[in-house]
């Protein structure tokens, strides 16, 4: 039952992502207006920098599918935490291999070859 939750979330997060997409590849920038409203005059400027009139259906419809792209995204990381019987770290499920006798610390220090901890004469 969960896999097919998975999916269904994770198609509705896909196909409202490309939809988003292409509505925001085609609406019209505030930014193009910028040089002609700055140019003409003190009421051009208002009208930039002021408040903007309705919404149309374009930027709604974007800001609808940016809701369900962020619902969908937050319940599919809610759902993908489940834990799972017997999983634990990638560290844990390693096997471990017993120590050979070059990795082990030898127990009695080696002493050092005759004079090498001399210091010469001045």
Known sequence: MSNILLTLLLAVQLLSALVMIGLIL?????GADAGASLGGG????????????GSNFMSRSTAILA??????????????????????TVLETLPV?????????P?????PPAGVGQIPAQ
């Open 97 to 105: 291999a017993p120590p050979t006798p070059a990795d082990q610390i």
């Open 42 to 53: 003190s009421s051009g400027a208002a009208t930039l920098f002021g408040a903007s009139g």
């Open 67 to 88: 809701t369900v792209f962020l619902s969908c995204t937050l319940a599919l990381a809610y759902f993908g935490q489940a834990p799972q019987a017997g999983a634990g």
């Open 26 to 30: 085609v609406q019209h920038g505030k």
């Open 107 to 111: 127990a009695a220090p080696v002493a």
